[in-house]
């Protein structure tokens, strides 16, 4: 097997992998399509195998391309990670940093603090990650990421910020139409809403709240901000975080007693980071934005 096989070839094996075509590869990167077939013919040539066949649906991807592709995904991070260090060098605040966060911490929350972030140092560029799923720091597929759940490998430098409590709200124009639950067995008798498919948080909610579960959700999503659209528009009950309930008009925290969940909060970074004065500074300015959002739940 050829040793000298570039990135260039596997970022199109990627491109490939993700787009199911050569020439939606092609759109993707910017290249021709007759470029992705001989990067494709190269690594096939290189392994001695095909990588992919074709069908009426597209090129499906044999066992070895899939065997690949998270090779691939780790050699983009990292490419990704030499680009942003690299235009991120001397003591000046500037070049790129990639920050994760889920769905709702990313809308709901950041950016506010990073607007603020930008005005203070305007040669920084942010590159923010909305997602539910937690992101390998040590991959480098971000710099930074907020977290609902303390971090366990040892190369990263962590602050937990604390606490960002859950609670079950409503929109007073559905309560006005449908009652106030008084009792958790009066949520029986309301339009809840939940997720489709089950996460650690409703495994915990449904021991806690045995009726609280898949088959009790007259709306299902697994999206975090549609579930808090749901609530807003007055579809029905469902969990939100108290800080960003508070802040909308309308809305009405039900069985608060009952019905409290506590997510703790960390800011992760890679500890080889540390001394980079971009990931310092968006460091810092999630941590004070981040203890200024759990301290609005308390207040």
Request: negative net charge; glycine residues 0%.
């Given at each position: 097997m050829d040793k000298t096989i570039g990135w260039e070839l596997y970022r199109t094996l990627l491109a490939v992998l993700t787009e199911g075509s050569l020439s939606g590869a092609a759109r993707a990167l910017g290249i021709t399509q007759p470029t992705v077939g001989r990067h494709i013919a190269a690594l096939e040539g290189s392994f001695k195998q095909p990588l992919f066949t074709r069908s009426q649906t597209g090129l499906l991807p044999t066992e070895t391309a899939l065997a690949l592709r998270g090779y691939a995904e780790a050699m983009q991070h990292t490419a990704a990670a030499l680009e942003r260090a690299a235009t991120g060098q001397g003591q000046a605040v500037n070049g790129t940093v990639r920050i994760s966060a889920s769905e709702i911490i990313a809308v709901e929350v950041l950016p506010t603090a990073l607007a603020q972030?930008?005005?203070?140092?305007?040669?920084?560029?942010?590159?923010?990650?909305?997602?539910?799923?937690?992101?390998?720091?040590?991959?480098?597929?971000?710099?930074?990421?907020?977290?609902?759940?303390?971090?366990?490998?040892?190369q990263l430098i962590a602050r937990r910020i604390g606490h960002v409590e859950l609670g079950a709200y409503a929109h007073a124009d559905y309560l006005h139409q449908h009652g106030t639950p008084s009792t958790q067995d009066d949520l029986s008798r309301h339009a809840l809403i939940g997720f489709d498919v089950p996460t650690p948080f409703l495994r915990a909610a449904s021991k806690q709240l045995p009726g609280w579960n898949r088959e009790a959700f007259a709306l299902r999503t697994d999206s975090n901000l549609a579930q808090l659209a749901m609530i807003r528009a007055g579809c029905g009950i469902g969990f939100c975080q108290v800080a960003l309930a508070i802040r909308t008009p309308g809305l009405v925290r039900v069985l608060p007693r009952q019905l409290s969940f506590q997510l703790e909060t960390w800011?992760?970074?890679?500890?080889?980071?540390r001394t980079s004065p971009r990931c310092k500074a968006t460091f810092d300015a999630l941590v004070a934005c981040l203890l200024a959002h759990t301290q609005a739940s308390q207040s």
């Open positions: 972030l930008r005005q203070a140092h305007p040669q920084l560029r942010i590159e923010l990650l909305a997602t539910d799923k937690v992101q390998d720091l040590l991959q480098r597929e971000a710099d930074i990421a907020v977290r609902m759940t303390a971090p366990k490998q040892d800011v992760t970074m890679h500890e080889d980071l």
